[in-house]
């Protein structure tokens, strides 16, 4: 499966955003789709995942109660919209996608075969 990032930009803190991430290639609905971050100079983390019908998702314990994961199998996309942002989320954001059917929502970073090409996001204080 190929996976583009796209949506990121320059917000200020408490702003929004929404992350979409289009899949083409293989059966989109037969995968976990999942958003990382890389902060310059740290290790690629987990943000959130979904599961392939949509009803589960996780998310990292930084992130909850303001990120909202979400995918349209009918358009082949996934979400990631983006509230009350702060300037510790300034990363570069990726998508990924797992079809492993190990778990519903995975938060490996390991499981994950596809990955998009990253969209930056910024947040200024």
């Known amino acids: 499966v190929q996976l583009q990032a796209y949506g990121g930009g320059l917000v200020q803190a408490g702003g929004s955003l929404r992350l979409s991430c289009a899949a083409s290639g293989r059966t989109f609905s037969s995968c976990a789709m999942g958003w990382f971050r890389q902060a310059p100079g740290k290790e690629r983390i987990f943000v959130a995942s979904?599961?392939?019908?949509?009803?589960?998702?996780r998310y990292a314990d930084s992130v909850k109660g303001r990120f909202t994961i979400s995918r349209d199998n009918a358009k082949n996309t996934a979400y990631l919209q983006m509230n009350s942002l702060k300037p510790e989320d300034t990363a570069v954001y990726y998508c990924?996608?797992?079809?492993?059917?190990?778990?519903?929502?995975?938060?490996?970073?390991?499981?994950?075969?596809?990955w998009g090409q990253g969209t930056q996001v910024t947040v200024s204080s």
């Open positions: 979904i599961s392939r019908s949509g009803e589960y998702t």
């Open positions: 990924a996608a797992d079809d492993t059917g190990i778990l519903d929502v995975p938060s490996l970073l390991q499981l994950y075969d596809y």
